[in-house]
């Protein structure tokens, strides 16, 4: 069992360290800053375990980035912020969830904390719906997780502004499977969605292109949402659909939505902590030791499984070590790559210095400048071009090259969240007979195809003697 759980780790480890390679749209947070002006010399680029600060995303780029979970219910808001923060675990999680279809209930969530996971993911495992929704769409939760932990007060915000923009288009409606209620504090207007039911929350699927229009901001793949299954709600006046998730059933002590483990205060614009449930339901108690009552949500670093945080800023508040930060974001909207290797050196053997016997058995001497006569077809001798150089090697402690990630180029793609759909409220259906037939389909990231070698050019023959070669 430990051998498998190091095997599940390890690929999800991977999986994400390809994300954040040099060239791949996820490693960075925000569209490449424009080239400095033509008479200023750009600095040298900083190493990776220094690099420069972030620069934070704008409000639109936020807005587009938190679309997908802006509707979701309150509960389910804070919980996936928190998880998003250990891409790795997700990962593991919802791999280990697959590989156990027969644990449900209390079950399930016994099994899932004997695993080595932060509670926020630990807890996860009784929404499979919303592990495979972050498990395929892999970029966009490190650039989520990324965003809540440089920017959490501004990312909360943008939750709000596309609720609001919901609210005003009546694409956001109190109904049986969810309440709608605005509170005011201090002047300022938050939108709560929380579950109608005591014991079930309803997570609903749509699709954001058509609640908020195309999105400007998207540096990761189309976006991959749960399919439809039989027994889905569609509720009129939703653009999607609700899957129904029997919450209480699955923890030995529910106290209801209040007492979940996680919330949100809108209003001091935090993720909160519900101490109780932690100890209740044998959960390892947060950072801060509090037993009862609610508490501040705080990152632990212990989790991260190695994911470089996106600036030396956030991995000091954190208390991760410094060294463990993000490329500078690349250009975004590319979801190929094309591996560009360093230049391969040959070495070849250095010709003999010895002298060679001449025709009719004369012993050649080398000539001054360093090279050795050799026959040549006229009966004379022509000289042997010195040995190459050998290649130069990099000096003690400089990193040997690495591969660059080049985006490829071709005709451009369909950047939407959905594939670019956004005419009808039943894109959702639509999308859903498109194959996925269940959770375990998984869109395949196929790299380009590496740039083949020229063909060398084919031989010509010698010109006979006496004639003179024709050029063309």
Do not use: C, K
Not at 397 to 424: I, Q
């Amino acid at each position: 069992m430990t051998r498998r759980r190091r095997a599940v780790r390890a690929i999800a480890l991977l999986g994400v360290v390809l994300v954040l390679a040099p060239g791949w749209p996820a490693a960075g947070l925000q569209a490449p800053p424009p080239p400095p002006p033509s008479d200023v010399t750009a600095p040298e680029a900083a190493p990776p375990e220094v690099a420069a600060e972030a620069a934070p995303l704008a409000p639109q780029q936020l807005d587009d980035l938190v679309a997908p979970i802006a509707l979701y219910p309150d509960p389910l808001v804070a919980q996936i912020l928190a998880a998003s923060t250990y891409p790795v675990e997700v990962v593991e999680a919802d791999r280990w969830v697959q590989a156990n279809p027969g644990l449900q209930g209390t079950a399930l969530t016994d099994a899932a904390q004997s695993q080595p996971w932060d509670p926020s993911v630990q807890a996860l495992v009784v929404f499979p719906s919303v592990l495979a929704m972050l498990d395929h769409n892999l970029t966009w939760m490190i650039n989520l997780g990324n965003a809540f932990l440089a920017q959490e007060q501004d990312v909360m915000d943008a939750i709000q502004r596309q609720r609001q923009r919901a609210l005003t288009t009546g694409a956001l409606v109190s109904n049986q499977q969810q309440l709608v209620q605005q509170t005011t504090d201090a002047g300022q207007t938050a939108v709560e969605i929380v579950p109608a039911q005591p014991e079930v929350i309803y997570v609903p699927v749509y699709d954001p292109v058509v609640i908020w229009g195309p999105p400007l901001f998207h540096p990761w793949p189309v976006f991959w949402y749960p399919p439809r299954p039989v027994g889905a709600i569609v509720v009129a006046g939703f653009l999607g659909f609700f899957l129904t998730i029997v919450v209480a059933r699955s923890f030995h002590h529910w106290g209801g939505w209040n007492r979940w483990g996680w919330g949100v205060g809108w209003h001091t614009h935090t993720v909160v902590v519900h101490n109780s449930f932690y100890v209740r339901n044998n959960y390892r108690p947060p950072r801060n030791q509090i037993r009862t009552g609610p508490s501040p949500w705080s990152h632990d670093p212990a989790h991260r499984g190695g994911v470089a945080y996106p600036s030396r800023g956030v991995a000091a508040r954190v208390g991760a070590p410094p060294a463990r930060v993000s490329q500078p974001a690349p250009r975004p909207g590319s979801e190929g790559m094309v591996i560009t290797r360093p230049p391969r050196v040959e070495r070849r053997p250095a010709p003999d210095p010895r002298p060679r016997p001449a025709p009719g058995g004369a012993i050649s001497q080398p000539a001054p400048g360093g090279s050795t006569p050799r026959p040549a077809p006229g009966g004379g001798s022509a000289p042997i071009p010195a040995p190459r150089a050998p290649a130069p090697r990099p000096a003690p402690g400089t990193p040997a090259p690495r591969p660059t990630f080049t985006p490829p180029a071709g005709p451009g793609r369909d950047h939407t969240l959905f594939g670019g759909s956004s005419t009808s409220g039943d894109r959702a259906r639509i999308e859903s007979d498109r194959g996925h037939s269940s959770l375990g389909n998984r869109p395949v990231l196929r790299s380009s195809p590496a740039p083949q070698g020229r063909p060398a050019p084919a031989p010509q023959g010698r010109p006979a003697p006496g004639r003179t070669p024709s050029r063309r």
